[in-house]
């Protein structure tokens, strides 16, 4: 089992910003994905953004359309750490944030159940 620790959750008013980090133990693998997903109450687990790093290199991040130009996903290397960038919340954005790891994978999936390695969650709270 990979650990995934999350950070970075909080309260904040609409059109604010908040950063998630996810720290992760070094990669071992040659393909790789790390992704975000949310959910709120009563919904399923959706997916935010992902991004890629194959052969040590990082490589194409993408985003649900809903959240794409106001979230930025990021990989630092150096220390381990997967980011959500978030700006111009809205309160839909409110939900639980989960970091996902996918070892192996060449194409990151857009569905938790390819999904093996979950972080712990952080609650995201965007009032109006």
Request: proline share 6%; charged share 20%.
């Given at each position: 089992?990979?650990?995934?620790?999350?950070?970075?959750?909080?309260?904040?008013?609409?059109?604010?910003?908040?950063?998630?980090?996810?720290?992760?133990?070094?990669i071992?693998?040659?393909?790789n994905?790390?992704s975000?997903?949310?959910?709120?109450?009563?919904?399923?687990?959706?997916?935010?953004?992902?991004?890629?790093?194959?052969?040590?290199?990082?490589?194409?991040?993408?985003?649900?359309?809903?959240v794409?130009?106001?979230?930025a996903?990021?990989?630092?290397?150096?220390?381990?750490?997967?980011?959500?960038?978030?700006?111009?919340?809205?309160?839909?954005?409110?939900a639980?944030y989960?970091?996902?790891?996918?070892?192996?994978?060449?194409?990151?999936?857009?569905?938790?159940?390819y999904?093996?390695?979950?972080?712990?969650?952080?609650?995201?709270?965007?009032?109006?």
């Open positions: 089992q990979v650990h995934l620790e999350e950070s970075g959750g909080g309260s904040v008013q609409a059109g604010g910003s908040l950063k998630l980090s996810c720290a992760h133990p070094p071992t693998k040659t393909y994905c790390f975000w997903f949310r959910q709120s109450p009563g919904q399923e687990r959706r997916w935010v953004a992902s991004i890629q790093v194959d052969e040590g290199a990082v490589r194409n991040p993408y985003y649900e359309h809903s794409k130009g106001r979230f996903i990021s990989e630092d290397l150096t220390s381990n750490i997967l980011s959500l960038q978030m700006n111009s919340l809205k309160p839909e954005d409110t639980v989960y970091c996902a790891y996918e070892p192996g994978a060449w194409v990151c999936a857009e569905s938790s159940t999904y093996p390695h979950w972080g712990q969650g952080t609650q995201v709270t965007v009032s109006s």
